[in-house]
């Protein structure tokens, strides 16, 4: 298995830029959401999916979407690059979310705007 | 609104000593925590969980306690290795919409010194 797989890992974006990080996952987990890590700082949580075709927002959403058209992925995109979302950003996903154990989270995604 | 914080940013203990990282939450309504563990360029790793019901938790060399007296958790590691290097998150996992949400601190940078 492999888990949660992100893509790309490292990305440099010009200001106005649009792109679309990937996530997918193999564990036929319900639960998907991406967080976003700044320098010096704990996760946070951007968009939330609890099952294919439902997403809700978490508490960063502003400048992103994401659509959850099958279980498997869970695309984030970023609709106009802004400095401000130069971060590191980690897809999760959990078939419990009652459970910490089970939440399993990506290896992370660098993003550069400049 | 609730949030999760620690007391240190940085610690640094000599190999062999037992570690100890605290963490501070403001929800007295939180009834679950887990501690994660973060190596440079990857994704957090769950170490161990607690309950509200639960004073004290434990696993293979970290302890885990918890006082709901003055929301205060902390996590021991005993016989500090190399590899415990790393930044070590507390988090919250409360019930928030639709699913739990993970609500993170800031992390605390270990270093195991020789």
């Known amino acids: 298995n492999a888990g949660v797989t992100q893509t790309p890992k490292f990305q440099v974006l010009k200001t106005g830029q649009s792109m679309t990080l990937q996530c997918a996952q193999d564990m036929n987990h319900e639960y998907m959401s991406w967080y976003r890590q700044d320098p010096g700082m704990g996760l946070r949580l951007i968009h939330y999916s609890v099952g294919a075709g439902i997403t809700d927002q978490g508490e960063v959403p502003n400048g992103y979407n994401v659509s959850r058209s099958t279980t498997e992925d869970f695309p984030l995109r970023l609709l106009s690059a802004a400095p401000s979302q130069t971060s590191v950003y980690f897809c999760?996903?959990?078939?419990?979310?009652?459970?910490?154990?089970?939440?399993?989270f990506g290896e992370g995604s660098w993003l550069t705007v400049v | 609104g609730e949030s999760v914080g620690l007391h240190l940013p940085t610690l640094s203990v000599q190999e062999g000593d037992n570690s100890i990282i605290n963490c501070a939450y403001s929800n007295s309504a939180s009834d679950y925590f887990i501690w994660y563990k973060q190596e440079s360029g990857k994704g957090p790793q769950f170490i161990i969980d607690?309950?509200?019901?639960?004073d004290k938790r434990q696993g293979q060399r970290v302890t885990v306690l918890l006082n709901k007296t003055v929301k205060h958790l902390s996590l021991q590691i005993a016989a500090t290795q190399p590899g415990d290097s790393a930044v070590y998150f507390c988090?919250?996992?409360?019930?928030?919409?639709?699913?739990?949400?993970?609500?993170f601190g800031s992390g605390t940078q270990l270093t195991v010194l020789p």
């Open positions: 607690i309950r509200s019901n639960m």
């Open positions: 999760a996903s959990s078939y419990d979310t009652r459970s910490g154990n089970t939440i399993y």
């Open positions: 988090a919250e996992n409360g019930l928030s919409g639709s699913a739990r949400q993970l609500t």
